[in-house]
């Protein structure tokens, strides 16, 4: 059966282990960034809903930024393409910078954005995702923080679409291909 616009996700993760992982990743941020400014950067659109939970979980005075970078389309693969489509407004020069991501899958889009952020001079450049993909990695790319290793099914919810829609999921779910 071809996957269908209705088929409804499995639940991979529920919404309370997400939130008290959640919890545990920021009490731990907040430890290693304790008397120091941060600037969260989310990138858009998958991390947007992670992104909101983990500033308001972490204990630092915070300044937010928002960067978009055009991966998916409505397809199942990565398409290694990238741009940036929405560049931040302020210098990253000697700011202490943690980058949200929602998934790191192939890594592709994580070491071009740290390579592009890089060269911005910041004083602090880590990484932090909610999945990450050990398996599916096809290049290096360091994840300092992440929430949860999956495997390589395709996810969705809080914050993560396929073709547009359960974006809106309080918990993760995963949709196969069509068998
Ligand atoms: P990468 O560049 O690491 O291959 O992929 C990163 C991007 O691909 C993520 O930011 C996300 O937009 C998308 N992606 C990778 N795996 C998944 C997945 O399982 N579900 C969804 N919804 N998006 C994914």
């Known amino acids: 059966m071809p996957m269908s616009e209705t088929m409804e996700p499995k639940i991979l993760i529920t919404e309370a282990k997400l939130q008290a992982r959640l919890t545990e990743l920021a009490n731990e941020i907040s430890r290693d960034f304790a008397g120091k400014e941060i600037t969260a950067v989310c990138v858009l659109k998958g991390s947007f809903i992670f992104f909101s939970d983990m500033i308001r979980k972490l204990d630092l ?3 937010c930024e928002f960067l978009g970078v055009s991966s998916y389309g409505n397809k199942m693969v990565s398409s ?3 741009k940036i489509t929405l560049d931040m407004n302020e210098p990253l020069e000697n700011k202490h910078v943690i980058v949200f991501e929602d998934i790191v899958d192939s890594g592709l889009t994580l070491s071009y954005i740290m390579s592009t952020l890089k060269a911005r001079k910041p004083a ?3 990484s932090c995702t909610l999945l990450f993909k050990p ?3 096809k290049v290096p790319v360091e ?3 992440h929430g949860f290793k999956i495997g390589n099914e395709f996810v969705v919810g809080y914050g993560l679409d396929h073709a547009g829609k359960f974006r809106g999921l309080r918990h993760i779910g ?3 291909h069509g068998h």
Request: overall charge negative.
């Open 61 to 63: 005075p915070i300044a």
């Open 143 to 145: 994840v300092d923080y």
């Open 124 to 126: 602090t450049l880590k």
């Open 135 to 137: 398996d599916s990695l």
């Open 80 to 82: 290694g393409e990238l």
């Open 174 to 176: 995963v949709i196969e």
